[in-house]
C-alpha cells in the first residue's frame, strides 16, 4: 500500500441485503476519499457478497461478533476505535445496524444505514455486486440443466430469509408451489434457500448455487416471490434483473423494510409489485395468475394490501437506547422520525410508551438474570 493512501475501515459485519445497500457507502467513500484504500470489516458468511466489489480494496474477516449480539458489538466497536486512535485507520465508518446505530431506522434499513455515513450521499444508491465469468456460466449451467428457457414462466420464490420479514415453512411452500404449476400452464417454480430437496421437473431445488448467483438466476425468472431479504434485494442490485415482485411480509417484524416505502423514498421504479401482508393459498395462487399473465395493476388492485405506519420498531429502539444509556440516540431517532412522519400521534403514544416501560423492564431483567445465576450456582 502507497504510504500516502488514507486507511479506512468501514464496519457492517452482516447481512446480505443489508451488505447490499452498504455497498453504496463504499462506493461514497472512495468518491469523498480518492486514492484512499478501503477495508470492510465483516463476517466470514456475509463476506461473498462482497467478492469482486470495485470500491472495496481489502475484506477483514471479523470472529467473535455474533449476529445481533450488542455486548459483543461494543466490544468490537472499542477495538476498532482504539485502532484509529492508535494511527492504523484514517478514517473509521461503523454503518452496522446494530447498537446505538438502530436509532437511525426511518422506516426502511436502506435509511438506516446510509444516515449511519456522516457525509452526503450523491452517488447512485443501487447496491453494486459483481459477479464472475465462472459464476455466471454455473447459472446458465443450471438454467440449462433445468430446461428454464422451455418454460414460459419461471418463478424464484425466496421463502428462508434470515430478516424476519416473512414466516414461512417449506410444507407450505412446496405445496403452493405444486400448485402453481398445475394452475399455470409451462410454469416452474425455483424455491431458492439453503434447504436442500429433490428437484422434480416443475419445482427446483436452488440451494446448490451460492447466494450472490441468484442475481445471475434473477435473468433467467420471470417473477419474484420474496418477504424482502437477500434474494429481493439481490434482484435490484447491478447484477441482478428488477423482476415483478409479489412480496410476503410479517407487519410484525421489528424491522420492517417493505419494498414498496424503499422505493418510493429512493425513486426506484419497479415492473411490478404487491406486497400481502396476510394471505390465503388461493389468494396467493389468484394474485401470482394475474402477475404472471401481465395483469399486474389488476393483480395489485385485488391483493396489494397497503403496510400500515406503525411505531412498534420505535418503542423497541427507544427502550434499547434507555436500558444503554444512550439518550443522545434516543433523541435522534425521534428527530428523525418526525422528519420522516411529522407529528404523528403514534410517535408520541411510542414515545410515551418506552419511557413508562423501561424500569419496569429493566427491573424485571435484572430479577430474572439474578434467578439464573442462582439455578448456575
Known amino acids: 500500500m502507497e504510504a500516502n493512501r488514507k486507511k479506512i475501515l468501514i464496519v457492517h459485519l452482516y447481512a446480505n441485503g443489508d451488505c447490499l445497500y452498504a455497498t453504496a457507502v ?18 466470514p458468511a456475509f463476506a461473498p457478497i ?6 472495496v480494496d481489502e475484506i477483514l474477516m471479523v470472529e467473535g461478533v455474533p449476529k445481533n449480539d450488542t455486548l459483543a458489538f461494543k466490544r468490537y466497536r472499542k477495538v476498532v476505535q482504539q485502532q484509529k486512535s492508535e494511527g492504523k485507520w484514517d478514517e473509521l465508518f461503523i454503518t452496522a445496524n446494530i447498537d446505538d446505530n438502530q436509532a437511525l431506522y426511518d422506516g426502511t434499513v436502506r435509511g438506516m444505514i ?23 456460466a454455473r447459472v446458465d449451467a443450471f438454467a440449462e440443466q433445468h430446461q428454464l428457457s422451455s418454460f414460459k414462466h419461471v418463478i424464484l420464490w425466496e421463502y428462508a430469509p434470515q430478516s424476519g420479514q ?35 421437473k416443475n419445482i427446483i431445488d436452488a440451494s446448490p448455487l ?12 420471470h417473477l419474484l416471490i420474496g418477504c424482502s431479504s437477500g434474494i429481493t434485494w439481490l434482484c435490484t442490485s447491478s447484477a441482478g434483473k428488477m423482476l415483478p415482485m409479489i412480496q410476503l411480509l410479517n407487519p410484525e417484524a ?4 417493505a419494498p414498496s416505502t424503499d422505493f418510493k423514498r429512493y425513486g426506484i421504479e419497479h415492473a411490478g409489485l404487491v406486497e400481502m401482508t396476510s394471505w390465503s393459498e388461493d389468494a396467493l395462487l389468484d ?25 412498534r420498531t420505535t418503542r423497541k429502539i427507544l427502550y434499547d437506547r434507555i436500558c444503554f444509556l444512550q439518550f443522545g440516540a434516543f433523541f435522534r431517532h425521534i428527530s428523525i422520525m418526525r422528519e420522516v412522519y411529522g407529528n404523528h400521534p403514534g410517535l408520541y403514544l411510542a414515545v410515551l410508551s418506552s419511557l413508562i416501560s423501561a424500569p419496569f423492564k429493566i427491573m424485571f431483567n435484572r430479577i430474572r438474570k439474578k434467578k439464573t445465576a442462582k439455578k448456575q450456582s
Request: overall charge positive; proline content about 6%; glycine content about 2%.
Open 26 to 43: 463504499a462506493r461514497q467513500i472512495k468518491k469523498d476519499f480518492p486514492n484512499s484504500h478501503l477495508t470492510w470489516a465483516i463476517l
Open 50 to 55: 462482497l467478492k469482486g466489489n470495485p470500491y
Open 114 to 136: 446510509l444516515r449511519a455515513y456522516p457525509g452526503k450521499m450523491d452517488v447512485p444508491l443501487q447496491p453494486v455486486l459483481v459477479l464472475s465469468e465462472d459464476e455466471k
Open 166 to 200: 416473512s414466516t414461512l415453512n417449506m410444507d407450505w411452500v412446496k405445496r403452493v408451489a405444486e400448485q402453481i404449476t398445475k394452475t399455470i400452464p409451462s410454469s416452474c417454480v425455483i424455491l431458492s434457500s439453503a434447504h436442500a430437496f429433490d428437484s422434480t
Open 210 to 221: 451460492k447466494v450472490r448467483e441468484n442475481a445471475a438466476l434473477s435473468h433467467h425468472c
Open 254 to 257: 421489528m424491522f420492517l423494510n
Open 287 to 311: 394474485c401470482v395468475r394475474l402477475m404472471s399473465s401481465g395483469e399486474k395493476e389488476k393483480a395489485n388492485q385485488l391483493y396489494n394490501q397497503t403496510i400500515p405506519v406503525s411505531f
